[in-house]
């Protein structure tokens, strides 16, 4: 029989240390008859490695030797740090930001950037592929040695030089560059661009040109895009006869081909669904020739995915049944595809997908906690429920639903549980499915989670992440209120103990839901924004301006800025509020926090502070990870929930 206990309060198996060992996984990639991706690893303080499996003997591999990492910072946010071509491995290396050759299992890296004269103003290198021709590595390239604001370009960088050149530039003028990609004989060369005030999910332009014998380019040619239209993850057909690549010209992130030789357009699978994502992390990928006359491709609807084979004659989408719910990383090879995916019940994995018989094989998982059954993880996992709830303006809002559970306790008759609000980072992202131990940690313990996709995320359309438009602090928190209420209306959750949570764009979410409205009992900001004015004034270059669009221009609405900054409005706030933030933190710098704990402070209202030393924007550390979690938890239960723990 299961314990009868207060929502909240409930033991689980599922502690901060567990989560805490989860690992992350990215970027797949075939090789041959091998399979790499990325692993983040934060038992090793967030070391990024590349990893190989061989497909025939199931055999994993470490290529990145200690103590190299391989994580950029190009746009602050990183993404396709490395890449693999015959066996060598060419990565970007996190310390020094140069960019390294790894000859097929040599333990020693060779450098083929120079190192820079000052620590802190670093060439810094991504995207790249590997021209065989011209011996050189093709990609982005930011450059943070002067002064000012760093200079974006897409670069070349000789195989041969051995650190002695940080490349030539191939293209520049543009604020930002994105996706370099060859064809196939390497005559041409497609690539994305978009400029202040614009992020790329507003609009980019696809650039097309021809390479002289020099490997210049000769006459760029625009094939698609524009300030109004976002484009994503250009690819050439293995003929090179043919360009793929995204476009919400429709008003959905569809998949679309340009003909070479007509110079032509044509779509490919029309539909209210997205085939692509908020280019946040440079080298995303959501598609894959799998042959001349395949694709496939993942896409999101209602907040969950599908993964589908795209047969080009016919343009017919031939969904994949597997028992997952989120892709990303999308490669393909022949009959065989690879790729993360994950599901509430699945940790996020990286799978190989046969494309004729359906059958799918997990090569690694970002934790095996749900194999040991000694631990029971498995019996504990709370299931998602997609919901969807009004909001204002006669609106609908969308979110993810984890009612609480545990096969060990049942609550109190008289009370309903707790409900957390979480609300995800961006703000032009999107909630996950995929199995997030975090979440479970909640759950587990007794506590809803409601995980919303406000106005503004992805996977909606075009028009509901321009609902966010010059509104954000209001969209965004509306929702998160109305989908609270909405669970309160269904009998879920205490409408007397909700809290809410969120990191980076989510922890302004969170501050301003605590500051602005009398709903939440108190809350958690993770390197959340403050002053969205100081933001606009000191924010990385690649958020800039981004602000312009959520807010309005700067500083003409320098008014507008301080009426939706939370650290102005401190007289309104009197619930509890945890804060966590990186030392090092330069998109949101520790200052957003700092301002406003010494205003809570003075106030005499309860509040905590954590500040960690060594980490930036998001926390890789395993003692940081477990360390805050558990302070999250123990705050609530004294400070809103009024509970006793039992850890």
Same mark, same amino acid.
């Given at each position: 029989?299961?314990?009868?206990?207060?929502?909240?309060?409930?033991?689980?198996?599922?502690?901060?240390?567990?989560?805490?060992?989860?690992?992350?996984?990215?970027?797949?990639?075939?090789?041959?008859?091998?399979?790499?991706?990325?692993?983040?690893?934060?038992?090793?303080?967030?070391?990024?490695?590349?990893?190989?499996?061989?497909?025939?003997?199931?055999?994993?591999?470490?290529?990145?030797?200690?103590?190299? @990492?391989?994580?950029?910072?190009?746009?602050?946010?990183?993404?396709?740090?490395?890449?693999?071509?015959?066996?060598?491995?060419?990565?970007? @290396?996190?310390?020094?930001?140069?960019?390294?050759?790894?000859?097929?299992?040599?333990?020693?890296? +060779?450098? *083929?950037?120079?190192?820079?004269?000052?620590?802190?103003?670093?060439?810094?290198?991504?995207?790249?592929?590997?021209?065989?021709?011209?011996?050189?590595?093709?990609?982005?390239?930011?450059?943070?040695?002067?002064?000012?604001?760093?200079?974006?370009?897409?670069?070349?960088?000789?195989?041969?030089?051995?650190?002695?050149?940080?490349?030539?530039?191939?293209?520049?003028?543009?604020?930002?560059?994105?996706?370099?990609?060859?064809?196939?004989?390497?005559?041409?060369?497609?690539?994305?661009?978009?400029?202040?005030?614009?992020?790329?999910?507003?609009?980019?332009?696809?650039?097309?040109?021809?390479?002289?014998?020099?490997?210049? +380019?000769?006459?760029?040619?625009? +094939?698609?895009?524009?300030?109004?239209?976002?484009?994503?993850?250009?690819?050439?057909?293995?003929?090179?006869?043919?360009?793929?690549?995204? !476009?919400?010209?429709?008003?959905?992130?569809?998949?679309?081909?340009?003909?070479?030789?007509?110079?032509?357009?044509?779509?490919?699978?029309?539909?209210?669904?997205?085939?692509?994502?908020?280019?946040?992390?440079?080298?995303?990928?959501?598609?894959? $020739?799998?042959?001349?006359?395949?694709?496939?491709?993942?896409?999101?609807?209602?907040?969950?995915?599908?993964?589908?084979?795209?047969?080009?004659?016919?343009?017919?989408?031939?969904?994949?049944?597997?028992?997952?719910?989120?892709? !990303? !990383?999308?490669?393909?090879?022949?009959?065989?595809?690879?790729?993360?995916?994950?599901?509430?019940?699945?940790?996020?994995?990286?799978?190989?997908?046969?494309?004729?018989?359906?059958?799918?094989?997990?090569?690694?998982?970002?934790?095996? *906690?749900?194999?040991?059954?000694?631990?029971?993880?498995?019996?504990? *996992?709370?299931?998602?429920?997609?919901?969807?709830?009004?909001?204002?303006?006669?609106?609908?809002?969308?979110?993810?639903?984890?009612?609480?559970?545990?096969?060990?306790?049942?609550?109190?008759?008289?009370?309903?549980?707790?409900?957390?609000?979480? $609300?995800?980072?961006?703000?032009?992202?999107?909630?996950?499915?995929?199995?997030?131990?975090?979440?479970?940690?909640?759950?587990?313990?007794?506590?809803?989670?409601?995980?919303?996709?406000?106005?503004?995320?992805?996977?909606?359309?075009?028009?509901?992440?321009?609902?966010?438009?010059?509104?954000?602090?209001?969209?965004?928190?509306?929702? $998160?209120?109305?989908?609270?209420?909405?669970?309160?209306?269904?009998?879920?959750?205490?409408? @007397?103990?909700?809290?809410?949570?969120?990191?980076?764009?989510?922890?302004?979410?969170?501050?301003?839901?605590?500051?602005?409205?009398?709903?939440?009992?108190?809350?958690?900001?993770?390197?959340?924004?403050?002053?969205?004015?100081?933001?606009?004034?000191?924010?990385?270059?690649?958020?800039?301006?981004?602000?312009?669009?959520?807010?309005?221009?700067?500083?003409?609405?320098?008014?507008?800025?301080?009426?939706?900054?939370?650290?102005?409005?401190?007289?309104?706030?009197?619930?509890?509020?945890?804060?966590?933030?990186?030392?090092?933190?330069?998109?949101?710098?520790?200052?957003?926090?700092?301002?406003?704990?010494?205003?809570?402070?003075?106030?005499?209202?309860?509040?905590?502070?954590?500040?960690?030393?060594?980490?930036?924007?998001?926390?890789?550390?395993?003692?940081?990870?477990?360390?805050?979690?558990?302070?999250?938890?123990?705050?609530?239960? +004294?400070?809103?929930?009024?509970?006793?723990?039992?850890?």
């Amino acid at each position: 029989m299961p314990n009868t206990a207060a929502y909240g309060s409930w033991k689980s198996p599922i502690t901060s240390n567990l989560v805490a060992q989860s690992i992350t996984l990215s970027e797949a990639r075939f090789e041959g008859e091998n399979v790499y991706w990325l692993e983040g690893r934060p038992q090793e303080l967030g070391r990024l490695v590349v990893v190989r499996a061989n497909t025939l003997d199931g055999h994993i591999t470490d290529v990145t030797p200690k103590p190299y @990492n391989a994580r950029t910072r190009v746009h602050e946010y990183g993404g396709a740090s490395w890449t693999v071509v015959d066996g060598d491995v060419y990565f970007s @290396n996190f310390a020094d930001g140069r960019l390294y050759r790894q000859i097929n299992n040599s333990s020693d890296p +060779i450098p *083929l950037t120079p190192a820079p004269a000052v620590a802190e103003r670093q060439w810094r290198f991504a995207d790249g592929v590997i021209d065989r021709s011209r011996q050189r590595w093709t990609g982005v390239r930011e450059d943070h040695t002067g002064d000012g604001e760093p200079i974006n370009s897409i670069v070349a960088v000789d195989l041969h030089e051995s650190g002695r050149d940080a490349g030539r530039v191939l293209v520049g003028g543009h604020d930002f560059f994105a996706s370099p990609r060859l064809s196939p004989d390497g005559r041409w060369l497609v690539w994305l661009t978009w400029d202040h005030p614009n992020m790329p999910w507003n609009g980019a332009t696809l650039w097309l040109s021809e390479l002289d014998g020099a490997g210049t +380019i000769t006459e760029p040619l625009i +094939i698609a895009g524009s300030a109004s239209e976002s484009v994503f993850q250009p690819e050439w057909s293995p003929d090179g006869r043919a360009v793929f690549f995204v !476009s919400d010209r429709s008003g959905w992130w569809n998949l679309y081909r340009f003909d070479l030789a007509s110079r032509t357009t044509e779509p490919l699978a029309l539909m209210a669904a997205e085939f692509g994502v908020p280019l946040w992390k440079l080298g995303a990928t959501t598609y894959a $020739c799998a042959g001349a006359e395949r694709i496939v491709c993942a896409y999101s609807s209602s907040g969950l995915g599908q993964v589908a084979v795209l047969e080009l004659k016919g343009k017919v989408l031939r969904p994949v049944e597997t028992p997952f719910t989120d892709f !990303s !990383s999308i490669r393909a090879n022949g009959d065989r595809a690879v790729f993360r995916a994950g599901a509430s019940n699945h940790p996020a994995s990286i799978v190989i997908l046969d494309l004729m018989s359906g059958e799918h094989q997990v090569l690694k998982k970002e934790t095996d *906690l749900l194999d040991q059954p000694g631990l029971r993880i498995t019996d504990h *996992l709370s299931t998602v429920r997609p919901v969807e709830f009004p909001t204002t303006d006669g609106n609908a809002a969308y979110g993810l639903f984890y009612p609480p559970h545990n096969p060990d306790y049942v609550g109190l008759t008289d009370e309903l549980p707790p409900l957390l609000v979480k $609300c995800h980072g961006g703000p032009t992202a999107s909630a996950s499915s995929v199995l997030d131990l975090t979440t479970q940690f909640w759950t587990s313990r007794g506590i809803a989670v409601l995980d919303v996709n406000y106005g503004g995320s992805s996977g909606f359309g075009r028009a509901y992440r321009n609902r966010l438009h010059l509104n954000w602090g209001i969209v965004d928190v509306d929702d $998160c209120i109305n989908g609270a209420k909405f669970l309160v209306a269904e009998g879920l959750v205490d409408h @007397n103990r909700i809290v809410i949570r969120g990191g980076s764009a989510g922890g302004y979410t969170t501050l301003v839901a605590l500051v602005f409205r009398n709903f939440f009992q108190g809350g958690a900001s993770y390197y959340g924004v403050s002053d969205v004015a100081a933001l606009a004034r000191e924010t990385h270059k690649f958020e800039s301006h981004y602000l312009e669009w959520l807010i309005g221009p700067y500083p003409q609405a320098q008014e507008r800025y301080r009426e939706r900054s939370p650290l102005y409005h401190v007289d309104q706030l009197s619930r509890p509020v945890i804060f966590f933030q990186g030392a090092e933190d330069a998109i949101v710098p520790p200052n957003q926090a700092e301002a406003l704990v010494e205003a809570l402070r003075c106030k005499g209202k309860p509040v905590g502070y954590f500040l960690f030393s060594g980490e930036q924007h998001g926390f890789r550390k395993a003692a940081n990870i477990q360390r805050s979690l558990d302070a999250e938890l123990q705050f609530y239960a +004294i400070e809103v929930f009024k509970i006793g723990l039992t850890f």
